[in-house]
């Protein structure tokens, strides 16, 4: 593999953990096909499943995207362990059952497949049964730490050794206590190291330390650089607000202490002037002492452990506007991760990957200053189009998702030039009322190619009307997963980028290439 130069290419990727996960095999192929850099840019806002928990007694980002994306790798690098026959006879059956599938992809290399199938490991799905194992982990009696020489074992207990002091120390039974409940070791271990270090930053750099992950070529940048939580707000067309990344994507019941919560109300109206109402089993998280200040949101105190990704109710109403809240429902900006701003300014290509669009996507690009990055930076802005429609976006086609990347980005940069609150909303919607011409100049400033799948169940591409906005649409072929939605067929993916990377450099700015001529 050839090493990247002062004159490599540089690539971002836009994403969030779940979705875009599955792509990553893609991402790495192109960077070493065309000697390219990456740099993943991940939100820190998600407060459901096992981060909830890290979140309500210590505070802090989001951190379980982050560590999905630095510690995946497929089944076919296997065979290349070489383990003693013992070890590798523990280690096989240790192996999670998503290692089977051979979908997820490496950051963490083949040489160190014991700290990646440790980072990757969660508890047990019973609070005591989890809370067992984790005390194995710090005796070193653990058998996950078999593959993983001594160094690197104890550097990893001693950070584990550290959160748990620090669980001790924040532990009012009955009132509260951690809940190890399906808790994933990756993610303990990075906020044992912020807690220890002081930086989310340093935490990442020790877990791709231990974890091989060469960061010359590959950077995981969190979107946010803090050591406090971020939440997101929701704003749908018929005023319903709705609070919390997890009560907009896969809302559940609330599963911390108290252990028998039954329901959670995430919602309020513009036209409500009082504080909304909450059922007693929410109101009562006022009365535990966590890491969320006295007075905060009651929907923002529970952990959502139980958070499912599939058959969610669809929203009363499509999603007009995201926004970052404070503890107290308000509304703030908060500033970007500099180097994330940065890597999108050198940048010469900028992927918005696929995944949630309004709780991944949406809270990187409406930092302040993220729009006024892509417009100037990058020379290929691409969008690559969901294979199938979820819960934030029922009824879009891919026009909608261009419209939602572009007033996001469009009110970020807003903000930069003064405007605090971004262009108004009656200005963008007039946006889309206006001639071609005008709608493709600021269309063209963050998007200029779109990467799809032609099927019934697929977001349904007009490629006329977003060829009259100035982006080339290019269809990509797709298989049926074992959910019965669609992916892409990660070869034809590839293949796809390749050919919007490598158009020659004396094309025309305006120029299509025969690929992707219209053919509807």
């Known amino acids: 593999m050839p090493m990247p130069t002062a004159s490599s290419r540089k690539i971002v990727v836009l994403s969030g953990g779940t979705a875009a996960n599955s792509l990553v095999d893609v991402f ?56 003693p026959a013992t070890d590798a006879l523990c280690f096989s059956y240790l192996l999670p059952p998503f290692f089977y599938q051979g979908r997820l992809v490496r950051l963490i290399p083949p040489s160190n497949a014991g700290v990646l199938n440790l980072f990757n490991h969660r508890l047990p799905s019973l609070p005591q049964a989890a809370s067992a194992e984790f005390l194995t982990l710090l005796d070193l009696t653990s058998r996950l730490y078999l593959p993983i020489p001594s160094p690197q074992a104890l550097l990893i207990r001693s950070i584990l050794s550290h959160l748990h002091l620090e669980i001790l120390k924040r532990t009012r039974s009955p009132s509260s206590t951690f809940n190890f409940q399906s808790a994933s070791i990756g993610n303990l271990f990075l906020t044992g190291a912020r807690l ?52 907009i994507s896969h809302p559940s019941a609330p599963t911390a ?78 500033s ?51 294979g199938s429609l979820d819960r934030e976006t029922g009824g879009y086609s891919a026009a909608d998702f261009v419209k939602a990347v572009v007033e996001c980005l469009e009110g970020s940069s807003s ?52 060829a009259s906005w100035g982006v080339e649409c290019m269809k990509c072929y797709g298989r049926k997963g074992e959910d019965g939605k669609m992916r892409y067929d990660e070869k034809g993916l590839g293949q796809a980028l390749g050919v919007i990377l490598g158009r020659r450099e004396g094309k025309e700015k305006g120029e299509r290439s025969r690929r992707n001529t219209i053919t509807d």
């Open 28 to 83: 790495n192929d192109l960077i070493e096909r065309n000697n390219c850099t990456l740099s993943y840019i991940i939100p820190i806002s998600d407060n459901g499943g096992s981060s909830s928990e890290l979140i309500r007694v210590f505070g802090g980002p989001g951190i379980g995207d982050i560590r999905s994306r630095l510690s995946t790798f497929p089944i076919s690098w296997l065979p290349s362990i070489d383990l």
């Open 196 to 247: 220890f270090s002081g930086s989310f930053e340093s935490a990442i750099y020790l877990f791709a330390i231990i974890g091989g992950v060469d960061e010359s070529r590959t950077a995981v940048l969190p979107a946010i650089v803090s050591n406090f939580t971020h939440h997101i707000s929701a704003g749908l067309e018929d005023g319903t607000i709705i609070t919390g990344q997890n009560a």
């Open 257 to 334: 202490l108290p252990e028998s919560p039954t329901a959670v109300v995430h919602s309020t109206t513009a036209d409500e002037p009082h504080a909304p109402s909450y059922p007693p089993d929410v109101s009562n998280y006022q009365s535990i002492e966590d890491a969320t200040l006295p007075g905060s949101l009651p929907t923002l105190r529970p952990s959502f452990l139980t958070a499912s990704k599939s058959h969610e109710p669809p929203l009363p109403s499509p999603i007009h506007r995201i926004w970052y809240i404070n503890p107290y429902g308000q509304e703030m900006h908060p």
């Open 336 to 386: 970007p991760n500099p180097n994330a701003v940065s890597a999108i300014r050198r940048s010469d290509a900028v992927i918005y990957s696929i995944g949630s669009l309004y709780t991944s996507l949406a809270p990187i690009l409406i930092l302040n200053g993220v729009g006024e990055a892509v417009e100037p930076g990058p020379r290929f802005k691409v969008l690559i189009l969901n």
């Open 415 to 466: 903000r930069l030039r003064g405007n605090r609150s971004g262009p108004n909303n009656a200005d963008m919607g007039a946006l889309w009322e206006r001639g071609a011409t005008d709608v493709a100049a600021v269309v063209r400033k963050y998007i200029t190619h779109l990467i799809h799948i032609d099927h019934p169940t697929a977001p349904a591409v007009g490629r006329y009307v977003l």
